[in-house]
């Protein structure tokens, strides 16, 4: 609230302060937005990696068929003079034609092994039919499954025939003799390669297609009937594997030009750089290269296979070149097939490649199968133009002076233009054609360093990269990296291999196959490495040892658990948190690794994590301490003793305010009741033997829940007063439903006819074949047990008891299951239900055979026999029970959850009531819990093995995970470089923050603007509307105009300006509690709404009031011991007012004691949270954590809280009247720094002003106004306004406060205690009186009042409009 002096400060000095406060929304934190809140924390789907050659072939067999005749010319071909001659570079007429044709023959093997060394080479010179059929069955006979090649010259024989024949020749070479290319594939067989270097080959490749079709349909009709002649006969071989080379197309005549060699197909194919550098001095071009002759290029220094030489440097850029032309043109299945299965096939289709190039220059179109996309006009031969430019240019200094060699630019400029697609190109783009290039490189040391470092920023594009990557053929190179020990080529190499694991975790087997996790230890264990590299180690380290028993082992040999301890207290979070992980990982279900951990006391060290700043650290450790305790193998006292241990530490977390973490200790928890299964089930019986001796027989003294004083004639109580407060909860209120739950009790123990009482409702806990189904474990476990139980030791009481065996750790473990089924959260609550329902089953299930069952009772009897099948256990999520004899009928459908008649909107999502009040911890098995649940869902579906117990385990155990370190890898297969999205200054999310900060500014102005002028009046009713519910809570939104109202359980938005409902949605608080406060977070920005309950739940939501599904953000405990208090009543008769006002209240909200109140300070992302408790608990935000719990001194509850962060204060208005005020920087022992007790009844608010010089002001029931300095202990100013007061607000900004009364009216009042406005009718409604006022509350900065009130409706009220 502003002083008068300041009221008189210019105008400009407050734009002035506008601009700078235009700066705080910027600096503002925000609170509950990370990536554990916007996710759903599950891993990312896999994709399927096709990278992986699933048949690594490999081409052992080479038949090489060369049918030259040297010296006779075919009939069918007429040669021109001079005519090309060369047949593997050698003139066939310079020798006698015998030796000619064993020379070119030995030339070709020669040629062929320069690719596959090898093989098995089988020449067969100017055969016959019976040569070539003898040679290739036995070729095919060796190679069994392997591949063959078929290589066939045919220059020396006529052209292939239409009907698919190639020739050969007779015995004594008197005649051509036809080959049917139809006996070749029954011969050569599959998986085979043909090369043809013949006239009209594409006949051969067609004859060849049409036989292969002929094959199926022969195949098809012999497997559909056996008694088809075909059947007799040996089944013909499938010819799909089959790959075909062709010299040109079927109509096409091989070139006849004197330069170039006759075989130029196979020349191509075979010595693809010399044809190539004989090609390029034959182009016109050439001549731009002076000197370089046909002789100089016979001259080329070198060897191929040695990349520093010329001639090795050349072939290594044909190489590349090759591969990237077909990676960018063909389809990658295709790619995959061809270029990366097969080292010879991969090598013919490269250099196939160059003869497409080459031959279509002469008229000549070689063709395959499978059928390639034209490639000889891509860019890339270009490219290799130049490098072979820049290579013969400096050829003859070279061979004639001797100087150096310079190495080609090619690959640096390659590199390049990658870099620049990477660091220019936009986010949806192809991938860039130098990707197999990068792959090439990473051959050569020169630019290795600079081709990981581009190869890492590319995979970090996201998965899609990395799998391009693996596409390419990326693998075996970064494997076998890995034995490298350059330090330099680390922090790549632990980058690039994050990133593959990430997204393809399967390689943890190659990587442990190959030694590769000693080389990530030993990066983890280096104390020089900096913290995100190690991060991405222990990441690698905890993919290679999830689930893979030789990693586990391999990696427990290689120490890692000594490495990870001493990291674990690393101040780098997500070190801490993946350090943790890979622990978990290790000694899950590896106990030799346990036994490791045991001795390095390693669960000793994870304790100190369970409370780190960092939520997902907090969950890493539980995970770790999870699987620690649930190894399955023999138990010793010295591993029970520190299961045990374990099992208390984990247990304090039972109030952790992040959901993962509780739903993670949920898990750990699961191992342990799995571990110590029989223990747990006695304890089960335990209480249900309890719950029977306990049993309420009648109504009488049924207590309301959360409430130990006898029932009150309050509103609520007609649809509570019909079943046992909680056990049969919403169901029951309908007839059809209670005889739903009739027929569904079966039997009570005596067998005779049920009573129905709600104290009879739990005795049946026996009896019934679907006894342990989900849905009805209101059987075994019910609301008296939990009471009984609660009454023995309250929960709250736990932290006392750690250490002490208190019973046994069984029974605390089962407490703190139970607390976790009444989690606010429905994930957590989920989670530990199915726990609880199994074991409740378990010990129902093995109880049960010393049980009498008679079932004459019932006029529908339930089965009788205990080992029907079909129990319902698939039901885990399903809904009631069906009125059926046989239980089997639930496996079919599933009915629909009821609604409840009348009293919720059907808008509302049904919601799980659990039970709470008095202590939330205990909370029970909500009996019907299942109910209302998600329906049955895929995995859990365990059908028919109810009576099996073993089947039963799986229902819980196996499934029980949380997906959150799955959910954390997804880390690293995102971009980690580029830089987030709100960080862009360009992006969406950018300028619609701006935007949100432009309009809060104007509010800020505006709003300033009237409230200096003054308000005189506030009495303009600008909305009027009745709410779905009676409002209990209102609060607007401080720059929307939308004004949240809560009634008991949901909550309601109206767009204010507009007059229309936005939302309303069910808070999903149970039915005993009510919302009492309510807060935006982050209102300046993305809006958060957080509810509090009375039995000391948080809920915060997201997208409510816009179109879209408002979603559960987070929930938890806030205060875990809520007392339900009777209002502080003062002893003298004079106040009969405040003990009306107090029933008044009691009866308006339904229950009596302050609630829950909250306040919350955006700047520093704390909430304060009291209420019916004797502490003030201070949550932070950030870490999701309790900070401070603050003795409040007092023996009565918190009324209201008011905080201001600047001077670190908080004030408290207490139900006995006093305000206290408290400086959270103190210890706990002197943080009370100033007690004011001049009210003498209940304090309805305290409000702290957040000036550096801000009064405390407060009001109590009686309306009595003061104003306390805060150095003073008496009140400087005190003002009287309404008796009766039951809600009040003060505008923080206007001096102004409201004031609601019982007696149905408002009174408005400005700081000198003038009534300015006085609200007793609705405007329009023929002049209504509005209804005892429920909830009142100021606009933040509008001079705006919303009021609601018992009769349902809803109004605001504002200053004149001329002000306005």
Known sequence: MKMDSELLLSPAIFLAEEEEADMSDWNLPLAFMKKRHSEKIEGSKALAQSWRMKDRMKTVSVALVLCLNVGVDPPDVVKTSPCARLECWIDPLSMSPQKALETIGANLQKQYENWQPRARYKQSLDPTVDEVKKLCTSLRRNAKEERVLFHYNGHGVPRPTVNGEIWVFNKNYTQYIPLSVYDLQTWMGSPSIFVYDCSNAGIIVKSFKQFALQREQELEVAAINPNHPLAQMPLPPSMKNCIQLAACEASELLPMNPDLPADLFTSCLTTPIKIALRWFCMQKSAKLVPGVTLDLIEKIPGRLNDRRTPLGELNWIFTAITDTIAWNVLPRDLFQKLFRQDLLVASLFRNFLLAERIMRSYNCTPVSSPRLPPTYMHAMWQAWDLAVDICLSQLPTIIEEGTAFRHSPFFAEQLTAFQVWLTMGVENRNPPEQLPIVLQVLLSQVHRLRALDLLGRFLDLGPWAVSLALSVGIFPYVLKLLQSSARELRPLLVFIWAKILAVDSSCQADLVKDNGHKYFLSVLADPYMPAEHRTMAVFILAVIVNSYTTGQEACLQGNLI????????????????????CLGRIWQNFDSARWCGVRDSAHEKLYSLLSDPIPEVRCAAVFALGTFVGNSAERTDHSTTIDHNVAMMLAQLINDGSPVVRKELVVALSHLVVQYESNFCTVALQFMEEEKNYAVPSTANTLEPGNLTPVRDSPAIPRLRSVNSYT????????????????????????????????????????????????????????????????????????????VSFNSVYTQIWRVLLHLAADPFPEVSDLAMKVLNSIAYKATMNARPQRILDSGSLTQSAPASPTSKGAHIHQAGGSPPMPSASSSSLTNEVPKPPTRGGEQPPTRPPYTPTLGGQAPHSHQFPRTRKMFDKGPSGSEQAGDDADDPGGHKAYMNANLSTGLCDWSAKYFAQPVMKIPEEHDVESQVRKEREWRFLRNARVRKQSQRITQRGVTRLDDQ???????????????????????????????????????????????????????????????DYSLLLTATDDGALRIWKNFADQRNPEMVTAWQGLSDMLPTTRGQPSSSAHSLARRVSIYLDRSKGQGGAGMVVDWEQETGLLMTSGDVRVIRIWDTEREMKVQDIPTGADSCVTSLSCDSQRSLIAAGLGDGSVRLYDRRMGANECRVMTYREHSSWVVKAHLQKQTDGKVISVSVDGDVRFFELRSPDSVNVLQTVKGLTALDIHPQANLFACGSMNQFIAVYNSNGDVISNIKYYDGFMGQRIGAISCLAFHPYWPHLAVGSNDYYMSIYSAEKRLR
């Open 562 to 581: 000594a490495i990870c301890l001493e990291q674990l207290s690393d101040p780098h979070p997500l070190l801490r948190q993946w350090v943790a992980v």
């Open 728 to 803: 049969n909860i919403r169901a029951a209120t309908t007839a059809r439903n209670l005889n739903k739950s009739l027929q569904n009790l079966n039997l009570n123990e005596e067998g005779g006819p049920v009573a129905f009482s709600p104290g009879n409702l739990s005795t049946s806990s026996s009896a019934s074949s679907t006894l342990g189904s989900p849905d009805n474990d209101e059987y075994i476990l019910s609301f008296e047990t939990i009471d009984k139980m609660r009454r023995v030791s309250s929960y709250s009481s736990l932290n006392s008891l750690i250490g």
């Open 1022 to 1084: 600008i909305f009027i509307n009745r709410n779905p519910g009676v409002p209990s809570v209102v609060k607007f939104h401080p720059f929307n105009p939308c004004i949240a109202v809560a009634d008991k359980d949901s909550i309601c938005f109206w767009d204010w300006e507009k007059a229309e409902r936005l939302d309303y949605f069910y808070n999903g608080n149970p039915r005993y509690t009510r919302i009492t406060a309510m807060e935006y977070l982050n209102g300046h």
